[in-house]
């Protein structure tokens, strides 16, 4: 009997191929700028509906990307302010 595969790190429940063996981008601002393309290319109804779905996905697992690195710097500055999150003040 042939052994079930794990998911790919970023992998989508019902993702297509395509959107989840890209590679996500190395830096936080790097996946917001590509986020912020693939929004605008979504909301302008120029595409059709595979890659709305396709793009749909990436979207999804840029996002997830964006969350984990901000929580692990959330987690950072906890741990810089011995565990307690303080206010911002800019």
Known sequence: M?????P????IPGA???ATTQALPG????????L?????R???GDLPLDQL?????RGAALLQQC?????????????LDDGVLKPWKP
């Open 27 to 34: 830096t936080f601002e790097e996946a917001m700028a590509e």
């Open 53 to 57: 779905l396709t793009h749909y996905q």
């Open 42 to 44: 979504l909301e302008s």
């Open 36 to 40: 912020e393309q693939m929004v605008a």
């Open 16 to 18: 297509t191929p395509q």
């Open 8 to 11: 790919a790190p970023h992998a």
């Open 2 to 6: 042939p052994k079930a595969s794990s």
């Open 67 to 79: 969350r984990e690195k901000l929580q692990a710097v959330e987690d950072q500055i906890k741990v």
